[in-house]
């Protein structure tokens, strides 16, 4: 079992910027692989970004894609989610999600999740 939790969420406007993060509570923290995800209003939940556990590979979504930054603490147990140059379709809540065995960056391939943090963009 692993904790997930997430902060830093909030209202910006566009062009701002956020970090968000992501706690886990196992020691095994460097053996997982860590995802973000997001869901907006009436929308599926969609993949944002991925970093793998060995060697920290990372993946994005296109419509994030040099505009969000994510990484990985293994001394901290704390993934971030850097989003910089925020639009208003960015607005959603955003979800860490964490599993041992990488498949591939859906929902359905990780088993653990946190609470959400609400992120939200104003035009």
């Known amino acids: 079992q692993v904790q997930l939790v997430e902060s830093g969420g909030g209202l910006v406007q566009a062009g701002g910027f956020l970090r968000l993060s992501c706690t886990a509570s196992?020691?095994?923290?460097?053996?997982?692989?860590f995802a973000w995800f997001r869901q907006a209003p009436g929308k599926e939940r969609e993949f944002v970004a991925g970093?793998?556990?060995?060697?920290?590979?990372?993946a994005y979504a296109d419509s994030v894609k040099y505009r969000f930054t994510i990484s990985r603490d293994n001394v901290l147990n704390t993934v971030y989610l850097q989003m910089n140059s925020l639009k208003p379709e960015d607005t959603a809540v955003y979800y860490c999600a964490a599993d041992r065995g990488y498949s591939r960056w859906e929902p359905g391939a990780f088993g653990y999740w946190g609470q959400g943090t609400q992120v939200t963009v104003s035009s």
């Open positions: 196992r020691s095994t923290f460097s053996s997982f692989h």
């Open positions: 970093i793998k556990r060995s060697g920290g590979g990372t």
